[in-house]
């Protein structure tokens, strides 16, 4: 029985209820299902933004006293990419501090922190792209293929009259060419020169801070010094019988002709000796910017002055500023102040001992590398970007002779650290063409006739050893790692080395993975010492080559003439005291060099790395990597020797073009024709305009 209070419904009633009912729910299903706006953007949409790139042109540094001793040098960040393009030298015209540690380069990536994960309602799933295949392509590959493109692109700078020279000289200096430019040209090309205005960049890295100078002064202080070439009326003289002085004087002699009157300082070490605080370099580098301007051709001095007899014996003295010659030890304390001043070089503490085991840091090499490899050799040579380096190299720890000034003054000098203010000329032995520097006539036998890979031979020089600091030399260093007892031991855990690192996952070595390291580079290398050269004070002498805190570690070996290591296919070459004298007898050679150096020469700027020859970091960390591209390993590992025989050639035919004994008299002709203009009162105004004119 029904309640009488609800009453039977009628089926259109119940269809007035039904349809708002469902309504209703589909108003709710579209509001409830409808996509919030994301609170940050979907970040696997947009992966190919690249925003990992840093400001910052060197890796960071920690911000302290420079000079606290004891204190570890403080690690850069690590970089977490290898990718980055690799960077090649890019010499300018413009206007720089002399010894500015920050050329342009690439800057490292530095690490992005992620986006935070965005929560979507039943997100629709994006297609996952294909991942890229692994690259078969090696860095070196890369490094080479860009080295050829650099060349080509500095051959097409060549000048083929003397008006595309001047205008090619006026577009990257800024100024007229100096008096004499025609004459410089037409010696140039009488003696078969490529002439290219890049050329010359070292010219003027040295010679501009002298235009912060008054003329006067590096007249008297040139005229002044102990040890002094005078030009005067086209015959060149000196007083001094030193024998680099006589050398030099030879190879002015022969263009003495073509020379205005001039005084020219040499410096009689081995050792580098101005050092001028960057702060100064970069106010003389001011002056010198302002005073660059292409004056109208009819108010241009175009002859040099002439100059009074020059000053001799005791009366010297009286026309110089006091040097203030400084012996500071370690040199690296007079050396950076070279650096800018937010430099790691001069941010970083200095070291105090170098009695342990050196330590690498292997990530200051970042700016000038590409994974791993040098990139950049310019900038690797520098090392304000490097404050490691301080413990790596005899020159910063101990040099033979430390005799160095604040002072500017126009030295001349066969090579030079980054920071260093010398004026460079061809070295000595260049010029002279001693056997045992350059090999004499004989060149090596053809590539393919080679049958022996890698040799080097030398005394343990870089500095003064002694049982303290020897660790940090690198002659030492890098003797050691090719030392495949050593290896072994230090693969095997049974004796840690004690002035080397094993090589990073970076270089994914397959002897290293098999652990054969020491084995492999045992088959290949034949390095050694040919003298010890132990610490003089050293009680009871040394004799035969031997020295009582380094016996337990090296065996001396017998020397090798040039005329056979050229039998190799590879030849190391790595700092002595300074540079490397036979670096022009390898390139001559049918050889590939391998070079390591701090050291800059007049002819930096001719050679194109990873096409006329391997640059390698100073902290060898990338010797092993190198090797194994060239000579490959086993069966697992192709070998290049296409390619290693290929810069062989390209660098021995480049040299005998563009670094001959006709070069370096161009290259100094060129040089002196603008420190007279320097040195002249009227050095505004002069210059060499008749290709205007006409």
Not at 107 to 121: I, N, Q, R, S, T
Request: net charge negative; hydrophobic share 35%.
């Amino acid at each position: 029985m029904r309640s009488p209070a609800f009453p039977p419904r009628r089926a259109s009633h119940l269809v007035r209820y039904i349809f708002p009912a469902i309504l209703l729910l589909g108003i709710f299903y579209y509001l409830s299902h409808r996509p919030r706006d994301p609170q940050v953007p979907n970040t696997y949409l947009s992966s190919g933004h690249d925003t990992s790139k840093s400001s910052s042109s060197s890796p960071p540094y920690k911000q302290g006293t420079p000079d606290v001793a004891n204190q570890p040098i403080n690690q850069p960040a690590k970089n977490p990419s290898s990718n980055q393009k690799p960077v090649h030298d890019n010499p300018e015209g413009d206007s720089k501090p002399a010894h500015d540690s920050k050329p342009a380069h690439s800057k490292p990536d530095l690490p992005v922190k992620p986006a935070e994960p965005v929560e979507l309602v039943e997100p629709v799933q994006p297609v996952q792209p294909t991942p890229p295949k692994p690259s078969v392509t090696h860095p070196i590959d890369e490094l080479v293929r860009i080295a050829d493109k650099d060349f080509q692109d500095l051959l097409a700078k060549e000048s083929k009259t003397l008006a595309e020279a001047a205008q090619a000289y006026r577009k990257r200096r800024g100024r007229h060419p100096p008096p004499g430019f025609d004459k410089w040209y037409e010696f140039a090309k009488e003696n078969g020169a490529v002439v290219v205005e890049d050329f010359f960049d070292q010219v003027y890295h040295d010679l501009n801070p002298f235009w912060g100078l008054d003329a006067s002064t590096i007249r008297d202080e040139a005229m002044g010094y102990e040890m002094v070439i005078n030009i005067r009326n086209g015959n060149a003289s000196a007083e001094s019988d030193w024998f680099w002085t006589q050398i030099w004087l030879d190879m002015i002699q022969t263009i003495e002709h073509l020379l205005p009157d001039m005084d020219i300082a040499l410096n009689a070490m081995d050792e580098p000796r101005l050092v001028v605080p960057w702060e100064d370099i970069n106010a003389y580098m001011k002056k010198e910017k302002q005073s660059r301007v292409l004056s109208p051709a009819r108010t241009i001095i175009k002859e040099f002055q002439k100059l009074p007899a020059p000053i001799k014996g005791d009366d010297k003295s009286l026309h110089i500023v006091n040097k203030d010659w400084e012996d500071t030890n370690p040199y690296w304390l007079i050396a950076r102040r070279g650096c800018a001043p937010d430099s790691p070089a001069r941010k970083q503490p200095a070291m105090t001992s170098f009695d342990g085991k050196p330590n690498f840091s292997s990530a200051w090499a970042t700016p000038h590398q590409y994974q791993g490899y040098v990139s950049n050799s310019t900038l690797s040579s520098e090392f304000c970007h490097q404050p490691d380096l301080q413990g790596l190299e005899g020159i910063f720890i101990k040099p033979l002779t430390t005799s160095a000034t604040k002072v500017l003054f126009p030295m001349f000098g066969g090579s030079k650290l980054a920071t260093n203010n010398e004026i460079l000329l061809p070295a000595p032995m260049y010029w002279n063409e001693e056997e045992r520097f350059t090999g004499g006539d004989d060149h090596g036998p053809p590539w393919d006739s080679k049958t022996d890979p890698l040799i080097w031979r030398g005394v343990a020089t870089g500095g003064r050893n002694n049982e303290s600091n020897w660790k940090g030399f690198q002659r030492h260093r890098f003797v050691a790692m090719n030392n495949g007892t050593k290896l072994t031991c230090a693969e095997e855990d049974i004796e840690a080395p004690v002035n080397f690192e094993l090589p990073g996952a970076t270089y994914d070595l397959a002897a290293q993975k098999d652990k054969r390291l020491g084995a492999w580079v045992s088959q290949w290398s034949d390095v050694g010492f040919t003298d010890l050269f132990c610490d003089d004070k050293i009680e009871p002498k040394q004799e035969d080559g031997r020295c009582v805190y380094t016996d337990q570690h090296y065996e001396t070996v017998l020397g090798q003439k040039l005329a056979v290591q050229f039998g190799y296919k590879y030849l190391p070459d790595i700092d002595g005291n300074s540079f490397s004298g036979r670096y022009l007898g390898f390139l001559r050679s049918t050889s590939l060099p391998i070079k390591s150096t701090l050291w800059r020469e007049w002819h930096d700027s001719r050679l194109v790395a990873w096409k006329h020859f391997v640059p390698m970091d100073n902290r060898f960390e990338d010797y092993y990597g190198i090797m194994e591209y060239f000579l490959g390993y086993e069966d697992s590992v192709p070998g290049h020797d296409d390619v290693a025989k290929k810069i062989a050639m390209d660098g021995k035919s480049w040299a005998e073009k563009v670094l001959r004994k006709e070069d370096m008299q161009i290259y100094v002709l060129r040089l002196l024709l603008e420190y007279a203009r320097i040195s002249d009162d009227r050095r505004e105004n002069m210059g060499w305009v008749e290709d205007l004119i006409s």
